[in-house]
């Protein structure tokens, strides 16, 4: 077989694999689209089923709502103003944008508005959503009475969508309304029925705050309400909106819980009864007043060092809400609970308060305390310095400082005089104060009169030289050898000993031997020292470390130590 039939054979045998030749070629008219048709779509109607024996009434299927429809509209911008130092500015505005969802029900209500109710028996009724339309003939009368009865102050058991709906109502055609009167109905509202239905505390709160804001009312005082909240939980989403006008316990003990890792109602001096002392009454008396009063410099100083933040939400979220009433809400201010600073700072205070109260009731133990300016620290002083006098009037508590055994006796001595040397209580007028300088002038006159006597009379003597002052140092005191005694039976001269040295090496080697902190047995050497001199004798350097009181050096000196 030649070349050329070869070359033909194998042509042949690849041609066997191309089947372009048996495709059906397509076809080059063209093809005509289909017809369009129109479809209509229409609303579906719900129609109620026979009502049941208990009156509820249900639905085959739920009502599509329109889409939406938007139309123009006035754009309204407004500021809160409130004096609160945690918010910085509020913003109310409405756009130029509404839409109507719900104005059915707006119409509803202020129809219902007008209606009057009848006594009759209360009947069952739920919804997500609760609206008039969904009522039966039966609900309808109950709930035009019951509204009757919460209008003159009577609150009778009903279903929770009943509650809700009212609220809706006062919501919705508040515009129509005097609003000092609405949020009064809503508040009362809320009080009545949130221990039935605790469910109310998640968004009334809000609401209300929301309404006081779009109706620029004051901010109501809601300390009864935080009261019955479950413990580190809040009325409230800013619950800082609420701050200045709550009650100061409720406020305290809100912040504290909060925000404060130290507890004082966990102290082991917090109790009913000691020493014939109510220590609970006490505490609980004091730390309101003390955390109200230092609480705006606290406050301050944490704003100098951290920013605020700037939230928006629409007004009343999640209710039935018509456009009227729909506002936009613009909040720059100061989450505490979003600042690590002020719960340190808090913590450290409510330390500071509980070492002021211990030192009222003579308890030895204290609190270390840090990180407080001295503006703090001078804040709170001055809480107990007022209380200090308020106390040393009260006979009650002086015998019982006289009679208690945690009082040292040069302490109880000081109190004693500071009660006999302190001024009366005097209510100042113009005319006491008339007499008063009358009487000084009287016994001016007297003075000189007086004098004026003795010197005619004595005769002229130069004045000797003064004496030369001793440079002989004063001897140590039977207190200074009593505080030796007492610092040896606590174990605690050798320690005082190695700092009069000036070896505070040695003083820090000896405090990790025994397990000790430096700052402890210091403080435990100025408390015996305090109950025998009246006075500290350690304190700290400018560079940190504990050294004994330049004072006492040279009188420590002489025991030969």
């Not at 495709?23 to 017809?35: D, H, N, R, T």
């Not at 026979?50 to 009434?57: L, Q």
């Not at 000092?180 to 109310?200: C, H, I, M």
Request: aromatic content about 12%; some cysteine.
């Amino acid at each position: 077989m030649s070349d050329q039939e070869h070359v033909s054979k194998d042509r042949e045998a690849d041609a066997f694999w191309d089947l372009e030749k048996f495709v059906i070629p397509k076809s080059k008219s063209p093809v005509k689209p289909a017809a369009r048709s129109e479809i209509e779509l229409t609303d579906i109607v719900s129609e109620p089923l026979p009502a049941e024996a208990s009156g509820t009434k249900t639905y085959r299927s739920s009502p599509v709502p329109p889409a939406p429809r938007e139309e123009s509209a006035r754009s309204v911008s407004f500021e809160y103003t409130d004096n609160n130092p945690l918010i910085e500015w509020i913003l109310i505005t409405k756009g130029n944008k509404v839409f109507h969802f719900y104005d059915d029900f707006r119409k509803s209500a202020l129809k219902y508005d007008q209606l009057s109710g009848s006594e009759c028996e209360p009947v069952n009724y739920f919804s997500f959503l609760p609206q008039y339309a969904q009522f039966s003939k039966e609900q309808r009368e109950w709930y035009l009475w019951w509204r009757e009865c919460v209008r003159n102050g009577r609150f009778p058991d009903t279903a929770y969508s009943y509650v809700v709906l009212y609220v809706y109502e006062l919501i919705n055609i508040s515009d129509t309304k005097v609003p000092e009167d609405t949020l009064t109905s809503l508040l009362n509202v809320w009080k009545a029925y949130r221990g039935r239905y605790p469910r109310l505390d998640s968004f009334m709160g809000d609401w209300i705050l929301d309404f006081c804001l779009v109706y620029r009312l004051p901010i109501p005082d809601l300390s009864e309400l935080f009261t019955k909240c479950e413990p580190g939980r809040s009325v409230a989403e800013v619950p800082e909106l609420l701050f200045p006008k709550m009650d100061r316990g409720v406020l305290t003990d809100y912040l504290i819980g909060l925000y404060s890792t130290y507890q004082y109602k966990k102290s082991v001096y917090y109790t009913d009864s000691k020493d014939g002392q109510d220590l609970r009454s006490y505490y609980d008396s004091i730390f309101p007043r003390a955390i109200s009063y230092v609480l705006p410099v606290l406050v301050d100083e944490m704003k100098a060092q951290v920013s605020s933040v700037q939230i928006k939400h629409d007004a009343f979220p999640g209710a039935l809400c018509v456009p009227e009433v729909k506002y936009t809400i613009s909040l720059q201010y100061y989450p505490l609970q979003q600042i690590p600073l002020f719960r340190r700072m808090l913590t450290q205070l409510c330390r500071l308060i509980d070492n002021g109260i211990r030192e009222l009731l003579f308890i030895r133990s204290k609190l270390t305390v840090k990180d407080l300016s001295q503006r703090i620290r001078s804040s709170v002083e001055t809480v107990f310095s007022e209380e200090k006098i308020r106390l040393y009037r009260n006979e009650a508590y002086l015998s019982l400082v006289r009679d208690s055994k945690h009082v040292p006796a040069s302490q109880g001595d000081g109190i004693e005089y500071e009660i006999k040397y302190s001024g009366k209580k005097t209510d100042l007028s113009p005319e006491r104060a008339k007499q008063i300088e009358q009487e000084s002038w009287q016994t001016t006159e007297k003075l000189i009169e007086a004098f004026e006597d003795e010197e005619s009379a004595a005769p002229a003597v130069m004045p000797s030289a003064p004496e030369q002052a001793s440079a002989q140092e004063p001897a140590v005191t039977g207190e200074d050898r009593d505080l030796r005694k007492a610092l040896q039976d606590a174990s605690l001269l050798d320690y005082l000993n190695t700092l009069k040295q000036g070896n505070y090496a040695a003083f820090r080697a000896m405090c990790t031997k025994n397990n000790l902190l430096p700052d402890s047995v210091m403080e435990q050497i100025n408390q015996i020292s305090l109950e025998l001199l009246g006075d500290v004798i350690l304190e700290n350097s400018d560079d940190g470390r504990i050294c004994l009181v330049e004072d006492y050096v040279s009188e420590w000196d002489k025991e030969g130590n």
